[in-house]
């Protein structure tokens, strides 16, 4: 995904340096500090120190990794997609989120379709997985839309929280 992608109404290209401000304001929203965890970022240098060090290695290394979601009728960034190399999980981790005014509008079962299309169909991956809290339904309800099924509960190396893993291998 070191290219951008396109879909009826989205644009999903892979994060840079430029997307600093708008992780700022992902990470920081309520959802992500609950579901997903604090990243400690609070000012623009975080960010960029994020992006460089989190997201653009792993797009240098497989060609594939972190984007941002931005609508095609005003340019506006709305959330990100991936499929990441996780440590503690087999296959590629798909994780996505949204700021909270784009939600339930089926913007992440589009932008995600598509990065999984194009993990399957360009970079020959064979079994996608998903992490998620057992109590994160949105997700869940994601997950399963898009073919995972639940395997088990899992723990990722340096977190001790439960977390529910879905698979789907091809």
């Not at 981790?93 to 339930?104: K, R, S, V, W």
Request: hydrophobic content about 40%.
């Amino acid at each position: 995904m070191s290219k951008t992608y396109e879909t009826e109404r989205l644009i999903i290209k892979p994060v840079d340096i430029n997307d600093a401000e708008f992780m700022m304001q992902l990470v920081n929203t309520e959802k992500w500090l609950r579901y997903i965890g604090d990243r400690n970022i609070h000012n623009l240098e975080d960010a960029e120190k994020y992006v460089r060090e989190k997201n653009l290695p792993q797009i240098e290394r497989l060609g594939f990794g972190n984007c941002v979601v931005i609508l095609k009728s005003n340019q506006e960034k709305i959330g990100t997609v991936g499929l990441y190399d996780r440590e503690g999980i087999e296959g590629v981790d798909i994780g996505f989120a949204y700021l909270e005014a784009y939600e339930g509008k089926g913007y992440a079962y589009e932008a995600a379709r598509k990065i999984m299309d194009i993990g399957i169909n360009e970079f020959g991956i064979k079994k996608v997985s998903a992490i998620t809290l057992p109590e994160n339904f949105s997700s869940i309800r994601l997950i399963e839309k898009l073919g995972l099924k639940f395997k088990e509960v899992v723990r990722i190396p340096n977190d001790d929280v439960d977390l529910n893993l879905y698979e789907l291998v091809l």
